[in-house]
């Protein structure tokens, strides 16, 4: 049967996802117009929800996950949409802390393509829809946006913030954003609204950020120089101050440290009170899947998405200070990554390298990763696919070494669904 604009009720939540993946000419088409026509036929108002909508090229999803950890414990309804997910498709969105339900992800779906008519959507773009229409049934005091793929020009950013946020600008995704600094730092801000508080974690921001910042007159709220993070390396205790506010002797987090003082800005913007007891509690229950996510203790394994230099770098930093014995890192990346620079920031950290390709269209083959090891002196086993070379890694490693998988979503999920 050929589903293309046939606009037919498919039962089942697999059935959705494969007909997604078919209606639109490319993966990524990046754009407000087409979502922009569908919100206004769907009639979407989410006036009954607080927006926080999260961009950075690293720390969206942990600092997403720190919000919503904090605005729930004190009791807030939240809802938090983010992307891609690891495992199951219904991780893209939480209600209260629990993933949605194949029903309510259908009946969307069902709503939209009976009103998209003859507009095109990339699979992003209907998900983001569905998750819109969830919330907006839903209510939630908080909706918190994590932003696919820059933010100027993402499905995300049809909908007005009342608090923006940019975690970190750095390199990646140069194809779409562009391959400066600058070039993406004023995709990233397009997120921010006149009038309206933007949180920048970022230490080093783009003159493109400030420009826009003092064009469109947004209130700015930026780090080192409105708030502040005071350690003594990545194992200590540590502190956080703004304005009006001192937190002392805070435990070290589970999530890049970087991304919890990010997020206690936004906080104290929605006005949260922040005291140290409580922050402490948030510190210490807030985790997120495959974020430097700890699934075995002997030998150490190690889950992380990390997939560019500015990731392998906070990485690097996490290896030195846990580990014991020799470091295995197992990696398979996508083929339009920064291989060399994402890799290059590990070599001096790891001990055995088990490369991998990976088996999705964007995959790059394990060739590509061995050629780079290589041409560093190098050695490292290479292989066709991840578990194999997690067993083999595995079967090498003693108790107390550490085994490191990262590179991609991909790349962890292959890992959690066989092994874990």
């Not at 720190?66 to 992307?83: K, M, P």
């Amino acid at each position: 049967m050929n589903l293309q604009n046939s606009h037919l009720k498919l039962a089942s939540l697999d059935e959705w996802l494969f007909y997604l993946e078919s209606i639109h000419p490319t993966e990524i088409d990046m754009g407000l117009t087409r979502i922009r026509k569908v919100v206004q036929r769907l009639n979407i108002s989410l006036s009954a929800s607080k927006i926080i909508t999260v961009s950075g090229t690293n720390g969206k999803g942990t600092t997403c996950a720190f919000i919503e950890n904090a605005l729930q414990s004190e009791g807030h309804s939240v809802a938090v949409y983010s992307s891609p997910h690891i495992e199951k498709f219904n991780e893209r969105l939480r209600i209260n802390n629990v993933l949605v339900d194949d029903k309510s992800l259908i009946a969307a779906f069902n709503r939209i393509e009976q009103t998209r008519q003859e507009i095109s959507l990339t699979y992003y773009e209907y998900t983001t829809l569905a998750a819109l229409l969830i919330a907006e049934q839903v209510k939630p005091e908080y909706l918190i946006l994590e932003v696919g793929l820059g933010g100027r020009l993402d499905a995300t950013n049809v909908i007005d913030t009342d608090v923006a946020v940019i975690t970190s600008i750095d390199l990646d995704h140069q194809a779409f954003l562009g391959d400066t600094r600058e070039a993406i730092g004023y995709e990233k801000v397009g997120i921010a609204r006149g009038n309206t508080p933007l949180v920048i974690g970022d230490l080093d921001i783009p003159l493109s950020v400030k420009n826009y910042c003092n064009e469109i007159g947004c209130l700015t709220k930026i780090r080192n120089k409105d708030f502040h993070l005071f350690s003594e390396g990545l194992a200590n205790a540590w502190q956080w101050q703004s304005e009006d506010t001192l937190l002392k002797n805070l435990p070290v987090p589970f999530i890049p440290r970087d991304n919890v003082a990010t997020a206690l800005m936004v906080l104290s913007e929605l006005g949260i009170d922040l005291n140290s007891k409580q922050v402490s509690h948030w510190i210490n229950t807030t985790k997120l899947a495959g974020r430097t996510e700890i699934v075995k203790s002997e030998p150490l394994v190690v889950l992380d998405v990390g997939h560019n230099p500015h990731a392998a770098r906070y990485l690097n930093k996490f290896v030195k200070a846990n580990q014991q014995g020799k470091v295995h890192a197992i990696t398979a990346m996508l083929n339009d990554k920064d291989i060399q620079g994402t890799l290059s920031e590990m070599f001096d950290c790891v001990d055995f390298w088990y490369v991998s390709s990976l088996s999705v269209p964007r995959g790059a083959k394990q060739e590509k990763l061995s050629q780079i090891l290589k041409d560093a002196n190098i050695n490292c086993n290479s292989f066709d696919n991840v578990v194999d070379a997690y067993r083999i890694a595995l079967a090498n490693a003693n108790n107390n070494d550490m085994i490191l998988i990262f590179g991609s979503f991909f790349t962890v999920a292959k890992i959690k669904k066989s092994e874990f």
